[in-house]
C-alpha cells in the first residue's frame, strides 16, 4: 500500500498539493526534496540518516502525483511550474509566519534526484534568493544536448508539441491506458522499479533494509490519481524547453552521478560545464540508486556540515 503526504497545501490558484516531511523536524536548515519520475514525496532515501541529519526535509508532490491536484485543463506541464508551485510554498508559509523549520531564514536547500534535479535546478535559477546550496542526483541532461530519449519516444513528444495542451495530455494519457491494459494491469498499479532506472547493477543497494519497500510506497502513492503525473512530467521535459538556463544557477552546487549509471557521467559533466559554482561526484559500483549511498554527504553538504565535494 502507498503512503500518502502528512499535509496538504493550498496553493493561491485553489490548486492543492501535497507535502511530506522527513527528517529532523527540529533542524534548524529546511532542505527542499523534488522527487523522480514517477515518484511522490512520500519517498525518504535514508530515514536514519535523514533522522539524524541536521535537515528538516519538506518534499511537496509534484502536479497529478500522490496527493497534489493535476494541472487545470488545458495548462501546458512545465519544470518551472513545479519551481513555482515550491516558491509559492516558502515565501506563503515564511509571510504567514508559519516556520518550515527553526531557521528564520526564509531560504532553502534544494535536492533533486532524477526528474526531480530539473525542478530543483528551476527553483534556484529562477529564485536565487530562497536557495542557499543545490544537489542534483542522476538527473539527466536535456536530450538534444545529451541524448539519452529512445527515438521513436522523442519523436512522439515533439509530435505531441505541436498539439494543443489539453489534446496532448489525453493522447499520451490513452497511450499510458494502452500500455498498462497490454500489460495486463490497471492502471493505478505501481510502475516497476525499471521505470525509475534501477538496473542489476543496483541489486546491492537494492538489498539495503527498506530500501525496496520506500521505493515500491512512493510509487504506489505516485500512481494513486491514475497516470496524470507521469503525463504531466514527460511533457513537461520532453515537449517544449526547460524554461531556465542552467548557466542562470549560480549557488553552489553539488552534482552526483552513479559511474555504472544509464544516466551515467556525460550528464553530470554537460550540467558541470555550464554551471559556474557546480563540483561533480561520480560513485563507483552503483547506478540511479546512488541516491540511497549519497544521502548522508547530500545532507551534510546541503546543511553546511561539511565542506568540500568528498564523496
Avoid at 68 to 97: C, H, K, M, Q
Avoid at 121 to 140: F, N
Avoid at 196 to 216: H, I, N, Q, S
Wanted: proline content about 7%; some cysteine.
Amino acid at each position: 500500500m502507498g503512503g500518502m503526504a502528512d499535509q496538504i497545501f493550498m496553493l493561491e490558484s485553489g490548486r492543492r498539493l501535497g507535502v511530506s516531511s522527513h527528517g529532523n523536524p527540529l533542524a534548524d536548515d529546511v532542505v527542499v526534496f523534488c522527487h523522480p519520475a514517477p515518484g511522490s514525496g512520500v519517498f525518504d532515501p535514508d530515514p536514519t540518516v535523514s533522522e539524524r541529519s541536521d535537515a528538516h526535509i519538506i518534499a511537496i508532490d509534484r502536479p497529478g502525483y500522490g496527493s497534489s491536484d493535476p494541472l487545470p485543463a488545458g495548462e501546458w506541464p512545465t519544470v518551472t511550474r513545479a519551481a513555482e508551485d515550491i516558491a509559492e510554498y516558502i515565501r506563503r508559509r515564511a509571510n504567514a509566519g508559519m516556520a518550515i523549520g527553526n531557521n528564520s531564514e526564509r531560504t532553502v536547500s534544494v535536492v533533486g534526484w532524477s526528474a526531480g534535479g530539473r525542478v530543483a535546478l528551476a527553483l534556484a535559477a529562477r529564485h536565487p534568493s530562497l536557495v542557499k546550496r543545490l544537489a542534483v542526483i542522476g538527473t539527466p541532461a536535456p536530450n538534444d544536448e545529451v541524448e539519452w530519449i529512445p527515438k521513436p519516444l522523442a519523436n512522439e513528444s515533439a509530435r505531441l508539441a505541436r498539439l494543443p495542451a489539453q489534446e496532448a495530455i489525453e493522447r499520451l494519457t490513452d497511450a499510458f491506458a494502452h500500455q498498462a491494459a497490454a500489460a495486463g494491469v490497471s492502471e493505478n498499479s505501481p510502475p516497476p522499479l525499471a521505470m525509475l532506472g534501477v538496473r542489476d547493477v543496483d541489486d546491492r543497494v537494492l538489498g539495503a533494509p527498506g530500501l525496496r519497500d520506500r521505493l515500491e510506497q512512493m510509487l504506489a502513492d505516485a500512481v494513486r490519481q491514475g497516470s496524470i503525473g507521469q503525463v504531466t512530467d514527460l511533457l513537461a521535459y520532453t515537449a517544449h524547453p526547460w524554461g531556465f538556463e542552467v548557466s542562470n544557477v549560480a549557488v553552489e552546487t553539488l552534482l552526483v552521478y552513479g559511474r555504472a549509471d544509464e544516466i551515467g557521467q556525460a550528464h553530470g559533466e554537460w550540467y558541470a560545464d555550464r554551471m559556474p559554482n557546480a563540483t561533480l561526484d561520480a560513485v563507483d559500483g552503483v547506478g540511479h540508486l546512488v541516491v540511497y549511498p549519497a544521502w548522508k554527504r547530500v545532507l551534510e553538504f546541503l546543511t553546511f556540515g561539511q565542506e568540500g565535494p568528498a564523496l
